[in-house]
């Protein structure tokens, strides 16, 4: 079956531009997780989606990032006015419902940001 | 002090070899998650344990939740093995929100 799916794969944009990245979540995931992956680094937990809404977005740096999943399904990752320490992998993961306790979380390939 | 700390940073073995990851944790956690990461991004879960032991294969994973440390063993090393393995936990009991280890990068020689 599918799995979790991203888009782009790679972005270049330059600094002070728009940028949205895409995360399509196993089919039936309620959970949905944002991640940011510097180089040589773990990921960092940025937001946390159960369902339509963000229960936990206390890891977005600022307020330039933004997320939504206004459907439940599809989240899309918005950052604005882009700076270079904004390059990264931004990793998203889905799980079942991550109410009741730990589960396991599948993530996507990512989308590697360049900010020139 | 970050809450997840892993050793060795890098590990270089020989094909065969018994390899031991380690990972401490500082947080009350209901499970931890090991993690392997190939070149290239992917990751890929291995294990999620809340405690004793679980073994996939020649992939062994432990947790002692009185000394909150957890260990990635792997049996008869080999090449296909390497990459960077991670240890995640929940910074709060229960909640969904993971902080991961720096990883651990594995490279096996045949």
């Known amino acids: 079956g599918a799995g979790v799916s991203q888009t782009p794969s790679n972005k270049v944009t330059e600094k002070g531009k728009y940028v949205e990245l895409r995360c399509d979540p196993i089919s039936g995931h309620t959970a949905l997780y944002w991640y940011r992956q510097s180089l040589g680094q773990g990921p960092e937990f940025l937001i946390y989606f159960q369902g339509t809404g963000a229960a936990d977005d206390s890891g977005l740096p600022n307020d330039r990032f933004f997320a939504v999943r206004p459907e439940g399904s599809v989240s899309t990752l918005k950052i604005q006015r882009t700076e270079r320490g904004d390059s990264a992998v931004y990793l998203c993961?889905?799980?079942?419902?991550?109410?009741?306790?730990?589960?396991?979380?599948?993530f996507g390939p990512g989308t590697r940001l360049l900010v020139l | 002090k970050n809450e997840v700390e892993q050793s060795p940073q890098n590990l270089t073995a020989q094909e065969g070899e018994f390899i031991t990851i380690n990972c401490s944790y500082s947080?009350?956690?209901?499970?931890l998650h090991w993690l392997q990461q190939h070149p290239g991004g992917g990751i890929v879960s291995l294990f999620m344990?809340?405690?004793g032991k679980k073994k996939h294969g020649r992939l062994i994973a432990t947790i002692n939740i009185q000394e909150k440390h957890s260990s990635l063993h792997i049996t008869a090393s080999h090449p296909r093995d390497s990459a960077v393995y991670i240890c995640?936990?929940?910074?709060?009991?229960?909640?969904?929100?993971?902080?991961f280890g720096q990883g651990t990068r594995l490279t096996i020689n045949p």
């Open positions: 995640a936990v929940p910074l709060i009991q229960g909640a969904q929100k993971l902080v």
């Open positions: 344990l809340s405690s």
């Open positions: 993961a889905s799980s079942t419902s991550g109410t009741s306790g730990m589960k396991t979380q599948y």
């Open positions: 947080v009350g956690i209901s499970a």
